[in-house]
């Protein structure tokens, strides 16, 4: 996939954002990974939709505009369990809730090398995926939604 950093800016505009990506899209098939701060959502709640295919990063990083992010991920939005260290928001409140509005929406990652992060990944990480929803669902969280989101085949170990 190609990564949008609208977190710190960058050199194409929000505008640009859409038409870029069904190029890259129609080019490649990569999907737009959207690194950005839920605040951007207000002024993006109407571009997601229209692109190709999309995961948003660490949560969304806080909990403003939470209600936005949500109304997405029900309309097929994927986002990105990561990054624990960075987020401003309650991790296992949002996981729980993410979880809640589509099951299928919820990747796990390390972040690593996490070089930014106030908190690099650690094996408490997983573990909070875990305990918040258990191992089944969990397991969705690990593997099963990235195999999807990402076209992969599903192999047998």
């Not at 990083?61 to 939470?66: E, K, Q, T, W």
């Not at 106030?118 to 995926?129: A, G, L, M």
Request: aromatic content about 8%; overall charge negative; charged content about 25%.
């Amino acid at each position: 996939g190609v990564r949008f950093n609208l977190n710190r800016g960058g050199s194409a505009g929000v505008e640009d954002l859409v038409s870029m990506a069904k190029r890259i899209y129609d080019l490649v098939g990569w999907h737009v990974e959207l690194y950005l701060g839920a605040e951007s959502l207000s002024y993006l709640e109407d571009k997601i939709p229209a692109l190709p295919k999309v995961c948003i990063d660490h949560l969304g990083i806080s909990d403003s505009n939470f209600e936005i992010l949500l109304n997405l991920i029900r309309d097929g939005l994927a986002i990105k369990a990561t990054g624990f260290g960075r987020v401003d928001l309650n991790v296992e409140e949002t996981i729980r809730e993410i979880h809640k509005v589509s099951p299928d929406a919820l990747m796990f990652g390390t972040d690593l090398p996490s070089t930014r992060a106030r908190r690099v990944y650690s094996d408490q990480d997983f573990y909070t995926v875990l305990d918040v929803l258990g191992e089944n669902e969990a397991q969705k969280v690990f593997s099963e939604n990235a195999i999807n989101f990402y076209g992969l085949e599903k192999t047998q170990a």
